[in-house]
């Protein structure tokens, strides 16, 4: 009964909490609040290609305060608005890089996914909308080999060697 008690003003509690707190933050167009953020959760548009290497190093077990978020693929431009995150600005990148503020995952740039179409070597498609993360990716016909955008001629693929299989089933090899 006691312990019945303690979950029950404790849940009351925790209650009460999230409501004043839920009251007092106001969030502005295209944000969300979030109760429970990680030290990550607000995405910004990066200025340059140095702040788009450097990840959030922040340990996961601190404990934040609720605060507004950009929603789901909005960035914070630099006035601290949320705006969608394919609309942040273009910032510099290295040779042979071009600025891609929502990337397919699909391909990558790197030479192990490089193809001489520039298409995607996975068949099919998924259909499943993913997190724009703003990248300076090899420009077109170019791939990422040692850190380095080269083109498709450098990736050094080595095609699949198939061996001729036999059309003739029989009973023994089914």
């Known amino acids: 009964m006691l312990l019945h008690n ?17 009251a007092k933050l106001r969030c ?3 944000e969300v ?3 429970n953020p990680t030290p990550c959760a607000d995405r910004v548009c990066p200025r340059n290609a140095k702040a788009l290497r450097e990840a959030c190093i922040t340990p996961s077990h601190i404990k934040l305060p609720p605060k507004c ?3 789901f693929n909005y960035s914070r431009d630099r ?3 949320c705006i969608p995150t394919h609309s942040c600005p273009p910032i510099a990148c290295g040779h042979n890089e071009i600025f891609d ?14 193809t001489p179409s520039g ?21 077109y016909h170019h791939w990422r080999k040692n850190n380095v955008c080269v083109p498709y001629e450098q990736c050094n693929i080595t095609p699949i060697k198939r061996e001729p299989r036999s059309c ?3 009973t023994e090899n089914i």
């Open 6 to 22: 303690c979950f029950l003003i404790l849940s009351i509690c925790l209650l009460l909490h999230t409501a004043i707190t839920s």
């Open 28 to 30: 502005r167009k295209n």
């Open 33 to 35: 609040l979030v109760m």
């Open 69 to 71: 978020v950009c929603r």
């Open 79 to 81: 006035r601290g608005r």
């Open 101 to 114: 503020a929502c990337p397919p995952q699909c391909p990558s740039d790197d030479c192990s996914q490089a």
């Open 119 to 139: 298409r995607c070597p996975i068949v099919g498609r998924i259909g499943i909308v993913t997190q724009c993360r703003p990248q300076c990716r090899c420009a």
């Open 168 to 170: 003739n089933a029989t």
